[in-house]
């Protein structure tokens, strides 16, 4: 008879071998590793929490100042401040998202050399973490959003806000199975690190997150939207400011290449967890 008290840990044959029941027994785990994060993260500093809010605020600053005002790039009517937040908010999530993701086999070696617990609990309270964050930053946004409306700016927020909640999830998704295939190949080549850096900074300029996608010529617009980042950051800006459009068809492509993206990172990453340890 099998004791409930007693865990069995054995060999992962299976391509696609992760367990979910044994993730959601590890919650608890993921809730104490985001409080650590939480708690930690502003434990020395000045201000404390509020550089949550203060960062976004402070690049966005950056941004209407440099794009805005000194390079004079359209934002479609809208406010700058507002335009630029809205796209510095959301990919800041997808990035810290990334970073976080990308780094599970590396930054964590030592404590996966000496405990077990599924190895994705890392990833996903790298995210849970971030979330808490992009919640408390979009808060402020929309607080700007209101009241720039009662002040009578171009601003309409629009019923594609009810898409918020799968945007959000939808990058959460996305930056995370990236980063689950990123950190299966650095586990080995060490190098490829610097090209992550460099590779984010360079889909951050080839996702309108600093100028609208009317900016772009016509004839190569659709090819900007094939970035998958591209109609998430778009459709999230055009429900709270309506700038823009919603371009349904390439947010659906985007969809289905963030399902295979997730998938195609549970799988590498099942298989490189089996023997990580070896080679970090």
Not at 37 to 61: C, E, R
Not at 217 to 231: C, G, I, T
Request: aromatic share 14%; proline share 4%; net charge positive.
């Amino acid at each position: 008879m099998q004791n409930d008290s007693i865990t069995y840990i054995d060999a992962k044959n299976r391509l696609f071998g992760i367990n979910f029941r044994e993730l959601w027994r590890y919650r608890d785990l993921i809730f104490l590793l985001v409080k650590r994060d939480l708690v930690t993260a502003y434990k020395q500093t000045i201000l404390g929490p509020i550089w949550i809010v203060i960062q976004p605020l402070m690049s966005t600053t950056v941004f209407t100042v440099i794009f805005g005002i000194i390079a004079h790039v359209s934002t479609d009517g809208m406010p700058q401040f507002l335009f630029y937040m809205s796209g510095n908010v959301l990919w800041g999530f997808f990035s810290s998202c990334l970073g976080r993701s990308s780094g599970t086999f590396t930054g964590n070696a030592r404590i996966f050399g000496k405990v077990y617990f599924p190895r994705l609990v890392m990833p996903i309270a790298g995210a849970v973490y971030n979330f808490v964050n992009f919640i408390l930053q979009t808060s402020v946004f929309v607080i700007l959003v209101v009241v720039y409306v009662v002040l009578g700016a171009n601003v309409h927020p629009n019923l594609t806000l009810l898409l918020t909640p799968l945007l959000v999830l939808q990058t959460a998704l996305l930056s995370t199975g990236i980063g689950l295939i990123m950190s299966s190949l650095t586990a080995k080549y060490r190098d490829l690190n610097v090209l992550i850096g460099f590779g984010v900074s360079l889909l951050m300029y080839i996702t309108p997150v600093v100028y609208p996608i009317s900016n772009v010529d016509e004839s190569f617009r659709w090819l900007m939207l094939l970035n998958p980042v591209a109609p998430i950051v778009e459709t999230y800006r055009y429900a709270f400011l309506g700038s823009g459009a919603f371009h349904w068809v390439f947010w659906l492509i985007s969809v289905a290449v963030t399902g295979l993206v997730v998938f195609v990172g549970l799988i590498v990453f099942n298989k490189v967890e089996k023997n990580f340890i070896d080679t970090v």
